[in-house]
């Protein structure tokens, strides 16, 4: 894969900072991809010739970072989205449909400049597609043409970009519920690339996501026991771990609205569970049952190993009309002031001393990156603190989780870089980010004499690669 | 105009950046000043020979940002501000009294180094006083006499200035109880001025205003409705708002201490309007009555096309002592932590997906811009963010803006820079900050290679002036 | 003391910037160093002949940052601690033991690269030691040595560092009971080194306290008053603070959890006083009596003169398990989030316009500089904003401090710098290190044309040494 973009994209424009920016970027350019946590589907690689579809498929239609900004500025969702009768569509109707919604995206694209999924987008173009010419209502459908002649291609088929992009290994995200059979796919076919599942369980642990009782069908039906009890239930999870853990998972996920924790006994739990299988719930149940299980998969991870990585922030689907009309995932959640220190009391006090365990905190709300993450993984052994996620995975909030994280918890403490996306054609151009940036913040502490350059480069390398393997095992 | 302070103030010292900045301010630095929310007063415009006063009257005695400095170091609240008896004062000991009064000022002028204050007064003295020389105690008497012997010159006129300082449209704010009758007499004039005014119901809205119930009667005499219940409440601020258009009005103005929003039935918000005009209120009566009153300007503005825009998140006359013998802003009013996420979601589920609609949020808490601010007007249609406001109208203040807003919710859904001044001398000064403080972050996002120089150049300009008109349809 | 890291440590690589911060640190580097603020153990300086024992006994064991990001990484408590039973140890067992400490401290040295506690341990060892390698586990045990071989030498005793640190005045923190000895034996030694006790009685005023009873009985003791209802107790606080100020104290110092304040009739004071000495106290006790008890400080600080300091925010002892093994001030205590404007009405009404009173307000919470922190100080005449503190108390926490509270506070609203720590031979390099980020931030300033050069010079002294001795009346 070439880097023709800028080669000097990101760094400082002081000749001194930007000399050693280089210098410690070269030593980590061409490292490989570690991906401990993301949202590619497991299928793309599950079958040898999946093609990526149109390049209103690949860039714009699964995006909610491009969706949301366009919708911002009045561009309608229908626009933007795919029929719902697209699968009974003739090719040709859904080629010129696909082509119409890049064609509002190019014509929009200005919308894009100096946010990250603009630059993602342009170093993409350019690095996969070979295109370097800027985005334009003038030259998108010549764009259109030239992305969709090389999707054509074999060396356009998702293993073979895995290949190219030298990822070593991939997590996905999926359902404790989920089947795994494309993992199973995968593992059964040969191929070398290393896709792992990860245990994410919160459409059962989570009583008031919707169709939670049919989840938890679900759940019985995939582990074979009968869920009529919080004790079941336990036992289901732990099952369906053990099976994650075979099919070789490192790691669980998990999302609430607040890192909220909370010990209940088991006749509390079980008394919630009852009222939620009955569809009577009462106002607190959701909350304190989430984050009971919070503490529930920390004490399942202490036995079985599985890293707990856990998410909290996000007001999903803030925008009714549009989760009515379009569903999740549309560019609606909005984030909200997360509070930690009191919040994760229960579960640190409880497990976190133990040096098994390792719990890697997200946020959304960067005011806690020095108040209280920062200090929660600059004492606890147990605590690690996860990359910059979402609204902040972007040379901004990448300085300012450098800036307000590193001087308390020290590097080592943190968890490296995840790339976060379903969007795997983006992953490179992410990680590009964050070795740059990474390497444009250490180029800073050396010319400012507060690292020498041994330990700078041994940064570098820790931030782009080792601290993702180390954390997670992998 | 001239602008004879350094000319690279505010700029990076860096070479490369400073070069870019440079090009770009020369591209936006003479663009008319576009002026859509501020707190002028019309009378200045109404009499073609209004003139400012003394040098006092300028810049100390209505300026709540220099009162509270010398304040806060020991300086007492007589020695800033005119004897309640000025106006049957000798003009001579009038005089005497500014003088003092500047001369207090000058002595501590030390105090305001490094603030935004402090360059908003070096920048008017030189640029429109010619004033080169640093104010101290020692030559305060001769600057005095330099400025009294301006501002008594003709082209020291409001309007001479208005003309000098290349304004394009000045909005200024006006309680809805107002009859405009200074906008009346400018229209009158047959002046080229644009001056609108800008619909601000604070005073009826809020029942907790002091002499909310006066304000009320004052409502019913203007309009000519007879305001006995909500409906009728509610007719005569359509009424208004009808008037505060016909005479030129593009937008309402709100300030709340939360954007707290909620929806009321008729009749509960009839309840809480009688229990008001009864003097009977009860706790939460306020802050339901403005929440649902936000809604219905809200649903108004859709019909009626006025801009609104929602300031929050200040604890007025937070000093009572303060507040009880000088009244209002004479600086004492703090911020607190504002949520807008949950408070908001009523009102963006009512009409954040209305293309009519157009909701500028400003706030005074600055983890807000990236958290909530950018992500919710990254996606709604109706929502825009209003620039750094009061405590954050400062280089630092925009450079934060700039990093964290941008990047989520990209330049286009920013409502470009208003001044927000009741000082109009500052308005130059206030503008060319911003234009100032946008072009030195568009250098160091060119410089990384962020955004090429065209984009920057189109961004320098919306900024500087399009986003402005555009926000407001000026 | 000679400073020979590198010369520009800390200072913009910019030439400019750099430039300018040169010559503004070369104007303040030799000021002698006020520490209004901190926490050595008088006992030090009371014995000419103090010696500071191992250099694991000074740099790890009593360091709670060292301590705290070891733990965080692995290293048992055990191994960075001394014996309980090391009083009875053998002096060779306890060396082997100590030097058991510094190995595993000298393993891990890495996870301190980019952190504050990094760069004091490596300026210390350098500026005080003289030793300049980088310390490693291969070289530990001979920087030990060499440490060891100092140490031992008359000229590393306590009173021979505070004069070659070119200390002018030391604070220390005392608790309200203290007897305060050691400071009786320095005065009655003749030693010229002027250490200055400080007044805190967070032990009496918090009932929560553990041992509060005992702290009561302790306070009755030595104040000669019998203490068994409300206003004895205000009656022995003030008998304390004049036997303090008598002693030299300028300051107390005051730490709650958050900075709610109230005011209480007596008789509710007392009733709240009298359930405490029952051990009886109601849920919301603690908080309103230290509320009251606050704003009885206040009171107490017009009328005797003594500065209040308010550190608020720190969640005490969060992990329980360290706590009861192993004693507070192990790295346990963690921040939340913080509010002062409302908190603080009732005192800032009820005592905020006294020109006698200073308060100087510190905070845990970075969030509080720009929107509470910086306008209450920018108002008040009685508040002052105190340095960045414990977690912030770094090079990019000082900058935060600078470009969020500067711009609204100016700089005379802030109280200078203090050390705030009872590492004694960390002093020259905590104070170095705000000097030269104070002369960085200022040179960032005078590069962008926001001051000149001599209100740069004016403001690096200020911020050095003036600001502190004047805020403390020192």
Known sequence: MTRTTHTDRYFSPDPAVRDVARRLYASVADLPLVCPHGHVDPRVFADPDYAFGTPADLFIIPDHYVVRLLYSQGVPMEALLPSSSEEEEQPEARDR????????????????????????????LRDIFGIEEKLSGTNAQRI????????AQPDFRPRALYARFNIEVLCTTDAATDSLTH????????????????FRPDGVINIDTPNWRANIARLAEVSGISITHYQAFVAALEQRRAYFKAMGAVATDHAALTPFTIALSDREADAIFQRALRGETMPDDAARFTGHMLMQMARMSIEDGLVMQLHVGAWRN??????????SDKGADIPIATE???????????????????????????????RELAPLAGHYPAVWIGPPWWFHDSFNGMRRFFDQVMET?????????????????????????WRRAACDWLAGLVTRHIVDEDDAFAMARALAYDLAKLTYSL
Chains 1, 2, 3 share one sequence.
């Not at 993992?183 to 990860?198: A, F």
Request: proline share 3%; glycine share 6%.
């Open 318 to 327: 803030h925008n009714r009309a549009v989760f009515e009309r379009f569903g």
């Open 340 to 370: 930690y220190t009191r919040n994760l009391l229960p579960l640190l006090n409880a497990f976190g001393n133990d040096r098994r365990f390792r719990l890697v905190l997200f946020t959304l709300d960067e005011t806690t990156y020095a």
């Open 409 to 433: 918890a020290g590097i080592y403490n943190t968890a490296g870089f995840n790339d976060d996306t379903r969007a795997f054609c983006s992953i490179p151009a992410r990680h590009d980010l």
């Open 183 to 198: 993992h199973q796919q995968i593992k059964d076919s040969g191929w070398c690339g290393r896709i792992l599942p990860t």
């Open 144 to 151: 259109y043409d030239r992305i969709a002649e090389r999707l």
């Open 97 to 124: 449909r696909h082509r119409a919604i890049w064609q509002t995206f190019a014509d929009h694209f200005y919308l894009f400049r100096g946010t990250p999924t603009g630059m993602w987008i342009r170093d993409e």
